[in-house]
């Protein structure tokens, strides 16, 4: 018999890749350097830091770097539970029950919604957004949409608009009429005046909120001001833009409902912040990080004890990045806002069905958005981990830097004094507004990528149709979507689809064989239909007479050149000749504009970083098809 094999000897000290030298960054540098100039990468004459051409800059300044090291730590972010709250408002986070479930609820008819609701508690919903008043249920109809809710267990966020002192009285009679004790009364009576005056320029009730504010103290576990970003947020702010006015309404808010005789504690313990969780899942993460320890150095200043500094907060996926087109891809920009909310510690995270930008989701849609969450919570067990971000070299120095970029919005608002008057000074709106120019350059040269939109469009797709949402109420700053010039480009390509039984199109003159031309034709395919154009591939081409052939046949009227620059040295002038000849009112070439490609007769060019979005409505114009 063989005898026993000895026992694996184990080490008195388990070292991770203890058996590797230590990695210096040095070499790392070394390394990616190599690879970059074996891919032509690097320009020539570069002599700057290879970080320096991988690194990127979010819209608030904040650079980002290919890689980060002990060295780039950001300051001590203390302990979960305690000032700063950076890693969380409570010790156990949220390991024990999750994060709360909110799903908004905006359609009018109570019968729908009381439908709606009561599918969505049934079903993983932990609470419910109700929009109501103008725009939204009836006031009077809270009772009927809300009989079969046991309120105890399902608490309601209200959004009411100028009506929530209305709205608010009629909640607490159902609870009232429940037999539930204001002890046991839970939720948030909605009242943000300075959002709504945000959205409407109409002027806020401050005193109003206070009012409510004083009623409702006597609700221990009620609260009843709610803190909105998303206007800031959907006005096409950055990150520390949204955070920076939400944290300046907060102070407005601490200061009026002191003013009306509430402790400071008090006051805080009243306050509910709602921000937008986007589909740059670090940034979401570093975001809610960052406005928790922004409100408590804002809490601890004022005077706020203990806890009570800890800031509540409220994700809701980004509306600004909801797209109408292919809006399947929605679900996977909620899933990621959705995992960033979470990580990031929200403590109630709602995800906007997909539908959300065509008007009132159907029940489908809001399964989708409830389920998003389940699969995370219960699939995942993504709040399972306390934090599980912290001591991120990344997460933390990103946290940081964005801490300090919304404090010096916070700080530059207070200046001016304070939110109210910002906003009617128009400090606000020119501030977002240049954010937003900024953005719209990034979206029109693709920069900033938008799948099934700017990218990887679908002309055959079958959008689903919804009823309208009613209309929100507009009047202040203005609610953008990140995909809507796209989008708009698109309906004019649908509505000469339907006037003359076919799409605008373009003849891709794609030159040389197959291997030479398909990178550039496809690139040049991608681009023309983000704005509904259609195209058609010329085959191979392998002389001018037989491109002026295909053009003929094609029936469209401006042709692109796709190929190698090889065969464009061969082919692009006489190409062009004899595409003109046969009726081209206008010829483009896939590639970078050159002295030599424009001696070939070419009118214009389309490549990567060039400005997309004019490149379509001049080929649109051109077409005949007009906004």
Wanted: hydrophobic share 45%.
């Amino acid at each position: 018999m063989t005898p026993p094999s000895a026992p694996h000897a184990e080490p008195d000290d388990l070292i991770l890749a203890g058996e590797f030298d230590d990695a210096a960054r040095e070499q790392w540098q070394h390394l990616v350097e190599g690879v970059l100039r074996k891919s032509d990468a690097i320009p020539e004459g570069y002599a700057h830091p290879v970080e320096t051409l991988l690194s990127s800059r979010t819209y608030d300044g904040i650079v980002v770097n290919p890689l980060y090291t002990a060295d780039s730590a950001a300051p001590s972010a203390g302990y979960p539970g305690l000032p700063p709250f950076l890693r969380g408002s409570r010790p156990e986070g949220h390991v024990a029950t999750g994060w709360d479930v909110r799903q908004r609820h905006a359609d009018p008819n109570p019968e729908a919604t009381r439908k709606a609701v009561l599918a969505d508690l049934e079903n993983g919903v932990s609470s419910l957004w109700l929009v109501v008043g103008d725009g939204g249920l009836p006031v009077g109809a809270l009772g009927d949409v809300l009989q079969d809710v046991y309120l105890d267990l399902a608490p309601v966020t209200l959004d009411a608009g100028a009506r929530f002192r209305e709205a608010a009285d009629e909640l607490l009679r159902l609870h009232a009429d429940k037999g539930i004790p204001a002890s046991e009364v839970k939720g948030n009576l909605g009242a943000d005046p300075i959002g709504h005056h945000t959205r409407t320029n109409s002027g806020a009730d401050l005193d109003g909120a206070a009012a409510l504010a004083v009623a409702a103290a006597e609700y221990p576990k009620l609260r009843s001001i709610v803190v909105d970003g998303l206007p800031f947020h959907q006005a096409g702010g950055s990150d520390a833009e949204e955070l920076g006015a939400s944290l300046a309404a907060g102070v407005a808010y601490l200061r009026a409902l002191t003013a009306a005789g509430l402790s400071v504690d008090a006051a805080a313990a009243q306050l509910e912040f709602r921000y937008a969780a986007g589909a740059d899942q670090f940034l979401t993460i570093a975001k809610f990080r960052a406005a928790r320890r922004l409100w408590a150095r804002v809490a601890t200043v004022s005077g706020v004890s203990g806890t009570s500094a800890a800031q509540r907060q409220h994700a809701v996926s980004s509306p600004a990045m909801m797209t109408r087109r292919d809006p399947w891809v929605n679900m996977l920009r909620t899933t990621l806002a959705c995992f960033g909310a979470g990580v990031g510690g929200a403590d109630a995270v709602t995800v906007l069905p997909f539908d959300a930008a065509l008007g009132l989701p159907d029940a489908f849609a809001r399964r989708i958005a409830r389920n998003t969450q389940s699969v995370l919570l219960e699939e995942s067990k993504l709040a399972g981990v306390i934090d599980p971000a912290g001591g991120s070299w990344y997460v933390e120095t990103l946290s940081d830097e964005l801490a300090k970029a919304a404090w010096a919005w916070f700080t530059e608002i207070e200046r001016a004094g304070g939110l109210l008057a910002a906003l009617d000074s128009g400090l606000v709106a020119d501030r977002l507004a240049a954010t937003w120019q900024a953005r719209s350059a990034n979206l029109a040269t693709r920069a900033d990528a938008i799948t099934g939109v700017s990218e990887f469009p679908n002309l055959a797709e079958k959008s689903p149709v919804r009823e309208p949402e009613p209309p929100a109420p507009t009047g202040g700053l203005p609610a953008v979507r990140y995909a809507e010039a796209y989008e708009e480009l698109r309906d004019r390509s649908d509505r000469t689809f339907a006037e003359r039984g076919a799409r605008p199109k373009v003849f891709l003159a794609t030159l040389g064989p197959v291997a030479a031309h398909t990178a550039r034709a496809t690139f040049a395919a991608n681009l023309f239909q983000a704005g509904g154009i259609e195209t058609v591939s010329g085959g191979v081409i392998a002389d001018a007479e037989t491109a002026a052939a295909r053009f003929a046949e094609s029936g469209a009227a401006i042709a692109c050149l796709c190929g190698s620059e090889k065969s464009y040295g061969e082919l692009a002038g006489p190409v062009a000749e004899e595409l003109k000849a046969a009726g081209a009112t206008r010829v483009l070439l896939a590639g970078k504009p050159s002295d030599d490609h424009l001696r070939s007769g070419v009118d214009d060019f389309v490549f990567t970083g060039c400005d997309a979005l004019q490149v379509l409505r001049a080929t649109l114009e051109t077409l005949g098809v007009t906004a």
